[in-house]
């Protein structure tokens, strides 16, 4: 059974930084792409951030990029993602997801329970 | 960026009723789209990928259709479970993009 576990959400005040993790299990992990998607309160999903399986090539959306870095641990099983320079907009909650194979431009067939990101003087 | 544009935002309808949700994208997806399912309090689940395939262990009732730019979800009969929010996504270009949503309740 394919199981993805994020941690890491906390209060964190504007300009703060911040990891979270997602542990993977029920799957070859190696094997696969994997995402980050968040959802702001009452809002709509948008995709953050996306790591190849193998080679570890990185994507990012506009609103993240040059704050946020997506990075795998293939002998952990784990997926992270380290958040600087927090702004308010990024409060949401964080969906780790997997992709359906290796290459990262893909859909997600998996889905943790995410984590909250809460970003607020 | 690739913009998919759902409609309607609300579909009210009943228990055993037919429901067909549109995306549209703002240029050709091919056939890259998929379409998830959020209930309240839930992660989003995946219900289509690739326009027309059904994911594991997703009912029959559910079915997509379309190609290039217009593309269709179809529930045949709603169950209770199936009142939700339903999300597209296009994998075809970068940035990875969602729809809106349309929020499928109860009338």
């Known amino acids: 059974e394919v199981q993805l576990l994020e941690s890491g959400g906390v209060l964190v005040q504007p300009g703060g930084s911040l990891r979270l993790s997602c542990a993977a299990s029920?799957?070859?992990?190696?094997?696969?792409?994997m995402s980050w998607v968040r959802q702001a309160p009452g809002k709509g999903l948008e995709w953050v951030s996306a790591?190849?399986?193998?080679?570890?090539?990185?994507y990012y959306a506009d609103s993240v990029k040059g704050r946020f870095t997506i990075s795998r641990d293939n002998s952990k099983n784990t997926l992270y993602l380290q958040m600087n320079s927090l702004r308010a907009e990024d409060t949401a909650v964080y969906y780790c997801?997997?992709?359906?194979?290796?290459?990262?431009?893909?859909?997600?067939?998996?889905w943790g329970q995410g984590t909250l990101v809460t970003v607020s003087s | 960026e690739t913009v998919l544009t759902q409609s309607p935002a609300t579909l009210s309808l009943s228990p055993g009723e037919r429901a067909t949700l549109s995306c549209r994208a703002s240029q050709s997806v091919s056939s890259y789209l998929a379409w998830y399912q959020q209930r309240p309090g839930q992660a989003p689940r995946l219900l289509i990928y690739d326009a027309s395939n059904r994911a594991t262990g997703i009912p029959a009732r559910f079915s997509g259709s379309g190609s290039g730019t217009d593309f269709a979800l179809t529930i045949s009969s709603l169950e209770p479970e199936d009142f939700a929010v339903y999300y597209c996504q296009q994998r075809a270009n970068w940035p990875l993009t969602f729809g809106g949503g349309t929020k499928v309740e109860i009338k």
């Open positions: 997801a997997k992709g359906g194979g290796t290459y990262p431009r893909n859909y997600f067939d998996y």
């Open positions: 029920g799957f070859t992990f190696s094997n696969y792409a």
């Open positions: 790591i190849s399986g193998s080679d570890g090539r990185a």
